[in-house]
């Protein structure tokens, strides 16, 4: 049995990520509301997902059983006034905020620790995410396996520590972004060269997904992966590509971290 009565913080990217991979599972629970104050991002929500309720205050969400936040960090404090007022023996509360890790959100809650703490990947989306959570002490075994069988419909799950959190948001939460840019220019240059774009976008998608599974379950190592292809157009300038991502995706961890 899947929590039935949902609440959102914050109606943004993360919210419809979470609502469409359950919708594509027709698994939506049947009481969900939003809070969101921002009317351009409500109105947003409330046409791809008209079966839930978008609300202004997080104290409209009182009796939801599991309540998830969605909002940027320096939001987060604000919130905590609103925030306690819900707060009932059997609630739980899903964090999706980096910087405030478990023992710091259970502090600024007066103790209160039925709480986890989610890395949402945006191919949830599709339900093909890699999410890794972690558990707060007031969770119980119960509690874990209701809330993993509901979140394992965006896709993988994995318990980890809380203080990695931060070190997956960096790697693979925000990893799309290091690269989609880069697979939509293979798209275009297959349309230049004389593909449909459904056609660039089959074969992009898939050699990605082949190229995925070949680093994940071919058993060789990086090299010899690389060495699958005899040539490497871009080899001259691997070092350099392989430098600007060091730089700049240290600097998204050194922002993340608490």
């Known amino acids: 049995m899947f929590y039935q009565k949902v609440g959102f913080i914050g109606g943004g990217r993360i919210t419809r990520i979470v609502l469409n991979a359950w919708k594509r599972k027709n698994a939506l629970p049947p009481d969900i509301k939003v809070a969101e104050i921002k009317a351009e991002v409500a109105e947003k929500l409330k046409k791809s997902f008209p079966e839930v309720q978008v609300v202004k205050s997080p104290e409209d969400l009182a009796g939801a059983e ?30 999706f905020v980096p910087k405030f890790s478990l023992a710091r959100l259970s502090e600024a809650l007066g103790g209160f620790n039925r709480l986890i703490r989610m890395n949402p990947l945006a191919t949830s989306y599709v339900n093909a995410g890699f999410n890794p959570v972690c558990f707060g002490p007031g969770i119980s075994t119960d509690d874990k396996n209701k809330f993993l069988g509901q979140m394992n419909l965006l896709g993988q799950v994995p318990e980890i ?98």
């Open 66 to 95: 599991l309540i998830f936040l969605a909002v940027h960090p320096p939001v987060l404090p604000e919130i905590i006034p609103s925030l306690k007022t819900l707060l009932k023996p059997e609630t739980i509360i899903c964090s």
């Open 161 to 258: 520590k809380d203080e990695l959190i931060e070190v997956y948001a960096s790697l693979s939460a925000m990893g799309p972004s290091y690269l989609w840019f880069l697979f939509y220019e293979l798209v275009r240059l297959g349309e230049e060269f004389g593909l449909t774009r459904e056609q660039a976008l089959a074969a992009v998608s898939q050699m990605l997904i082949g190229a995925a599974r070949t680093m994940a379950e071919s058993g060789l190592s990086p090299e010899e992966v690389m060495d699958l292809i005899s040539s490497r157009p871009m080899a001259d300038e691997e070092e350099k590509i392989k430098e600007l991502y060091r730089q700049k995706i240290i600097g998204i961890y050194n922002k993340l971290k608490p």
